[in-house]
């Protein structure tokens, strides 16, 4: 690489310009990553059609084999003053890896060179400056008119080769031409045209301008007051006739229109087609980032039962209890109350979810109105505040009946306190009865019968539920009829939780960055005064990688945002919340949404 003159940069410091070209080795920083060691290289496809700021170039990474985008500001040369301090041996073992990667690419650069050739295809493969002009265009259809009338009086169509000197070639014929007069014989253009019509190239033909400047533009002025003339306007119009049907004939398509946008379509069809032929679409955007594919649906097992249920002396209600929404802690919930003998009428958006409760014995419905019609108490558990409102307020939904005759609504969906009020007005309103009942715990927790249940609003139906709540709850606490109460002390603890993952995340990926154990770590934390059976528990998960569902990561950070707006309507702070609910949105961006809340540590890792 050939180092350039100091120029300032932002900020009014000084710092070395240099100029970077293919295969040179480099340190390249990217936003949240280490420095990392690097090789400048041609873009894969999948690069070239993504947007990027100016003045990047793309990046080879060492040990993780992946491709990004980088600032040239953010790149140093591989060899420097600066390479030891970037160098140290305190750095992550992936680090290491692509460490020890550079080094035997050094003494033998033969299997990189040929899987970055592979990514990005072979040396004679269409450049970032041919996609360039297709992406931006002509200047406009005036200017393409002008050119297609000037290169139809030249009886030429410039072509984009896969040789530079072949493209010196045409510059040179076509400049030639630009002298000569317009009133060309028409057996003069054919034969000029038949003589430099190209041949088939592996690369799509494409119309371009002159490389001549301001000059070349005023001589195709001067051509075309020219073609003003009847002679002159007749040779123009063979000659766009012929250059367009140059063009259709070099893209290989039959009937295309001759207009310069339908001859620029079919070109840029045809170069990104001969570009994805050419480039395995294999690059990855983001430095050593795992590659994240959605968990597993889990089905639910009719036939296991939990021990800790099966202790229990419950005497099941001689009532019908309904229940909408079939999602994890719902699906976990029904199967425990079908266990103890309740009878349940269930219904789910998704109708297949339905299938195994009815094998079991459960009662399906069409609608959330027909659950509420056949149903004594019907319990609602659903993602979020906008589901449950549409249950009870949309089509078919429970409030469709006008008249509840005394029957009662529970609420277990995680909502703020404002839903829950709109909710417990439209049920006493027809004649209903409105009892908030929030579930705080796990999936495994629910299995286990060992949740915890915060209740709030009418007394009569939390006595009616007592069979059903001592089925899937270690604890419920009733906590008064003011509605709104059992949301607020759910979301309370929810923002204690949220915040210690997100602690307990930080602290690991610390530990990894310093190579120790996560295993050891973990093993002492729990002879600590600290330990909890949770925090312990999501350690062992981050530990191992393995971020199966307990509690959705997009419902932690569901439950985080509405905690934020319930502060926000009393001017009450809370940073730490706020700095925690953003860690886990990031992580919902790297597609750990579906995941358990414990995959925040990939956002803290890296």
């Not at 890896?97 to 592979?118: G, R, S």
Request: proline share 5%; aromatic share 6%.
């Amino acid at each position: 690489m050939s180092k350039n003159k100091k120029l300032s940069l932002s900020g009014g410091d000084t710092a070395e310009k240099f100029i970077y070209k293919p295969k040179d080795l480099i340190w390249a920083k990217m936003k949240g990553f280490t420095p990392w060691p690097g090789m400048i290289v041609e873009p894969p496809l999948d690069l070239l059609s993504q947007q990027r700021r100016a003045n990047t170039k793309c990046v080879f990474f060492f040990g993780s084999r992946n491709f990004a985008w980088i600032e040239e500001n953010n790149i140093k040369p591989f060899e420097g003053p600066w390479k030891d301090e970037l160098a140290k041996v305190s750095k992550p073992a992936a680090f290491r890896h692509a460490m020890t990667d550079i080094e035997k690419y050094i003494d033998d650069p033969a299997e990189v060179d040929e899987q970055v050739n592979k990514s990005c295809g072979a040396p004679n493969h269409a450049t970032e400056a041919d996609f360039d002009k297709i992406r931006d265009g002509l200047d406009s259809e005036e200017n393409m008119g002008d050119e297609a009338a000037a290169d139809g009086n030249n009886g030429v169509v410039a072509h984009v080769v896969g040789s530079p000197d072949e493209g010196e070639g045409l510059d040179v014929e076509n400049n030639a031409d630009s002298s000569a007069s317009p009133a060309t014989t028409p057996a003069a253009t054919t034969k000029t045209s038949a003589k430099r019509t190209p041949k088939a190239k592996s690369v799509a033909a494409v119309s371009v301008k002159s490389a001549k400047g301001s000059a070349t533009k005023s001589a195709q002025k001067r051509r075309i007051s020219a073609q003003q003339t009847p002679s002159g306007t007749s040779n123009a119009k063979r000659g766009r006739r012929a250059a367009s049907g140059e063009a259709v004939r070099d893209a290989g398509i039959d009937g295309a229109s001759s207009t310069p946008t339908a001859r620029r379509r079919v070109e840029t069809d045809a170069l990104l087609a001969s570009l994805a032929a050419k480039r395995a679409p294999n690059a990855i955007a983001l430095l050593d980032r795992p590659v994240v594919t959605r968990p597993e649906t889990q089905v639910i097992d009719m036939s296991s039962r939990s021990n800790t249920l099966a202790d229990r002396e419950i005497v099941p209600s001689e009532q019908t209890f309904g229940f909408l929404g079939l999602g994890m802690m719902g699906s976990t919930i029904v199967k425990d109350l079908i266990y103890t003998g309740h009878k349940v009428v269930v219904w789910n958006r998704t109708i297949d979810k339905c299938q195994p409760f009815a094998e079991a014995g459960a009662e399906v419905k069409d609608t959330p109105m027909d659950v509420v019609e056949a149903a004594d108490v019907i319990f609602c558990c659903v993602s979020d505040p906008k589901g449950a409102k549409d249950l009870v307020f949309g089509n078919c939904g429970v409030l469709q009946l006008k008249d509840l005759n005394n029957k009662a609504y529970v609420e277990m969906s995680t909502i703020d306190p404002d839903t829950s009020l709109d909710i417990g007005e439209g049920i006493k309103q027809c004649n209903g009865r409105y009892l908030e009942a929030q579930i705080h715990g796990s999936r495994q927790e629910a299995a286990d019968g060992m949740l915890i249940i915060l209740a709030g609003g009418d007394r009569s139906v939390f006595e009616e539920c007592h069979s059903c709540f001592k089925t899937i709850a270690k604890n419920t606490f009733f906590l008064g009829t003011d509605i709104g109460n059992a949301c607020k002390v759910n979301l309370i603890l929810q923002t204690i939780l949220g915040v210690s993952l997100v602690g307990l995340a930080e602290a690991l990926a610390l530990a990894d960055r310093f190579s120790i154990s996560l295993n050891d770590i973990i093993d002492i934390f729990d002879l600590t005064s600290m330990k909890s059976p949770m925090l312990l528990a999501k350690g062992k998960e981050m530990a191992k990688g393995d971020f199966n569902p307990q509690q959705p990561l997009s419902h932690m950070q569901r439950d985080l945002r509405l905690v934020l707006n319930m502060a926000e309507n009393l001017d009450q702070s809370m940073p730490v919340t706020s700095i925690t609910n953003e860690v886990f949105k990031h992580t919902k961006r790297l597609g750990y949404s579906e995941h358990d809340s414990s995959a925040v540590f990939v956002r803290s890792r890296f």
